[in-house]
């Protein structure tokens, strides 16, 4: 019987499978980014799960936005903590295993028999703690989840925001260079005149000067731009050296704010954000854990049955009960550490809530007086161009000398680079404002309040 019963439980016993590590990199390659085939219906956001994913012809904002939810490396790693919380889940759900004693004892005097002492029991408080330790794995699953659901929107925040830089640094990088040009140009001619003696040094020294900043400038983005590339490759978990070819579009007029959609983005806030969320559904976790160290100060309990016989050949049967007397510990330490955590756990999610609302009162004032600054450079930018436009007029009939031309084209340029960057600050500060509201601005995530329903539900458990 006992080889039946073992032969019995192996069978459902798991296996083990060597899984080596692989030792060379992995990173998404052109050919592999061809072949990837990304779910719409899995999105965070419903303006993604709408849009459909094709390299063939370059990726827009979106589509980089799909890229980085379906390959970044840290979301890996986040639905693997995902995958762990679940298996922690279901072991919390299991049953405890009954215990099998067996004992024999052999006499050495005649006539005496082989006495033994069978026993099966099973620990009582594991099954009265089995309530409370699955409802805090189920929470602590739903904090996961919508801790992840979370890193997406950030991660989908910072795709767009590097899409928005890189457009950015590609607009700009021309004029950059033709500034740089311009000044070269002024200085080289300066350096001929002061070697025929026509110029003095402080005035060619004045034109090195401009001609040296304009050159760093450029260096630096130049720079930027290189780190934009690395940034953005490392977040879509591409190679490093893969050149990702992204859609060229309009630069895009931004709305002003409606201050009464802020206001009903702000009021529900805390039912919208998935890491508000996940925090209730930690807090509701350590409730159960709490609640498990309360039921534990009770004397632990487990009973069993025995079935014996001693030497003289005298059969007994029984039960047996193990219990513990709760006299000096009584839990009282892991009452107080539970009790502790879940105030913690209560000023960490009154701490975060706080944080949100002052984050987005900063990117709401900030935003308005991009919009401003942004309205006055764009209204100056005509009249800069304008002398610009005259002053190449009159250099090229040779009425303007060249530092009077350089100045007046330099101006014209720096004025649009000004435009460009407010344009790229306020694009990435509205992005950034749509990830702290939940893209409560435009529509709200139908993932997001199914996650804060299944919340509500777990609660209301």
């Not at 219906?41 to 980089?64: C, K, N, Y």
């Not at 970044?72 to 790693?77: A, F, G």
């Not at 508000?276 to 160290?293: D, F, N, P, S, V």
């Not at 990435?428 to 709200?444: D, P």
Request: proline share 4%; with cysteine.
């Amino acid at each position: 019987m006992l080889a039946v019963l073992g032969a019995l439980l192996l069978g459902g016993c798991a296996t083990y499978h060597r899984e080596p590590l692989a030792p060379q990199d992995t990173s998404t390659s052109a050919q592999s980014l061809e072949r990837i085939r990304i779910d719409s219906s899995s999105m965070p956001l419903p303006e993604l799960a709408a849009h459909r994913f094709d390299p063939a012809d370059g990726l827009d904002s979106d589509e980089v936005a799909m890229l980085a939810v379906a390959n970044n490396p840290d979301l890996k790693l986040a639905r693997d903590d995902l995958g762990i919380a679940r298996a922690q889940a279901y072991s919390a759900g299991l049953l405890p295993d009954p215990q099998l004693s067996v004992s024999s004892d052999y006499p050495g005097a005649v006539g005496t028999t082989r006495a033994f002492n069978y026993g099966l029991s099973i620990d009582v408080m594991a099954i009265v703690l089995r309530s409370a330790n699955q409802q805090s794995a189920d929470a602590t699953v739903a904090k996961t989840d919508l801790g992840l659901l979370w890193q997406e929107w950030q991660v989908v925040a910072q795709a767009r925001q590097l899409f928005i830089k890189t457009r950015f640094e590609a607009d700009t990088l021309p004029l950059l260079q033709r500034q740089r040009d311009l000044a070269r140009t002024r200085y080289e001619r300066m350096a001929a005149a002061r070697r025929d003696g026509n110029l003095t040094d402080d005035t060619l020294n004045a034109a090195l000067i401009a001609y040296s900043d304009a050159r760093k400038q450029y260096r630096d983005a130049q720079r930027a731009a290189a780190q934009t590339h690395h940034d953005l490759n490392a977040l879509l978990g591409l190679a490093p050296d893969m050149q990702l070819q992204l859609q060229t579009q309009d630069s895009d007029t931004i709305a002003p704010l409606d201050d009464a959609t802020l206001d009903a983005a702000l009021a529900g806030l805390a039912r919208r954000r998935p890491d508000l969320i996940a925090l209730q559904a930690g807090y509701e976790a350590q409730e159960q854990k709490y609640r498990a160290a309360i039921l534990s100060q009770f004397p632990s309990l487990s009973v069993g049955f025995v079935r014996a016989r001693d030497t003289s050949n005298i059969y007994t049967s029984g039960f047996q009960i193990n219990l513990s007397l709760p006299i000096f510990n009584r839990n009282r330490g892991n009452i107080a550490i539970e009790q502790a955590t879940r105030q913690r756990l209560r000023d960490e999610y009154q701490t975060r809530l706080n944080q949100a609302y002052a984050e987005v009162a900063r990117l709401r004032e900030d935003s308005a007086i991009l919009a401003r600054q942004l309205q006055e450079t764009e209204a100056a930018l005509p009249h800069v161009e304008h002398a610009a436009q005259l002053a190449g007029a009159a250099y090229a009939d040779h009425n303007l000398v060249l530092g009077a031309y350089t100045d007046a084209q330099s101006a014209a340029l720096a004025k649009r680079i000004d435009v460009a960057t407010l344009h790229e600050a306020l694009a990435e500060q509205r992005v950034g404002l749509q990830a702290l509201l939940g893209s409560a601005i435009s529509e709200a995530p139908a993932s997001a309040f199914s996650s804060a329903q299944t919340f509500i539900d777990i609660h209301a458990k």
